[in-house]
């Protein structure tokens, strides 16, 4: 069975706005759902409230298997963000909030696994140079 890890976005979505419920459980049917370091990170950074600091909490406790960069991961980073960016006209803060995604989409390489995004564009960009597979729910 193939594996996929979860972008950010769809955690906060589906715990927040009860979205992507539908599109969830078939990608639970289809792939097995590994869990980012980088994205678990996102999470407790973000979690404000005593309750989604638990949510977090409680997911990192069962995520036994969590697949994370390696320093090549991180020096490619450099190159894809300076490429991109560079391309688009980016300013630095969106090359720094585009460094997470890259991190998830190499490692997601490295793994052969599909990248499940709410908002995709950025992993759109990352697909065409990394040839990985992005799925939007």
């Given at each position: 069975?193939?594996?996929?890890?979860?972008?950010?976005?769809?955690?906060?979505?589906?715990?927040?706005?009860?979205?992507?419920?539908?599109r969830?459980?078939?990608?639970?049917?289809?792939?097995?759902?590994?869990?980012s370091?980088?994205?678990?990170?996102?999470?407790?950074?973000?979690?404000?409230t005593?309750?989604?600091?638990?949510?977090?909490?409680?997911?990192?406790r069962?995520?036994?298997?969590?697949?994370?960069?390696?320093?090549a991961?991180?020096?490619?980073?450099?190159?894809?963000?300076?490429?991109?960016?560079?391309a688009?006209?980016?300013?630095?803060?969106?090359?720094?909030?585009?460094?997470?995604d890259?991190?998830?989409?190499?490692?997601?390489?490295?793994?052969?696994a599909?990248?499940?995004?709410a908002?995709?564009q950025?992993?759109?960009?990352?697909?065409?140079?990394?040839r990985?597979?992005?799925?939007?729910?």
């Amino acid at each position: 069975m193939p594996w996929a890890i979860l972008d950010t976005n769809v955690y906060v979505g589906y715990w927040e706005r009860g979205l992507y419920e539908e599109r969830l459980s078939a990608v639970q049917r289809a792939f097995v759902v590994r869990h980012s370091a980088v994205v678990l990170s996102e999470l407790r950074r973000g979690a404000r409230t005593r309750e989604a600091q638990s949510i977090v909490e409680d997911l990192f406790r069962i995520a036994r298997i969590q697949w994370e960069p390696t320093p090549a991961d991180w020096w490619e980073a450099g190159r894809l963000i300076r490429k991109i960016g560079d391309a688009r006209r980016w300013d630095r803060n969106k090359r720094r909030d585009f460094q997470n995604d890259a991190l998830i989409a190499l490692t997601a390489r490295r793994h052969g696994a599909t990248v499940v995004a709410a908002n995709s564009q950025d992993f759109d960009l990352l697909a065409k140079e990394l040839r990985i597979a992005v799925l939007a729910v």
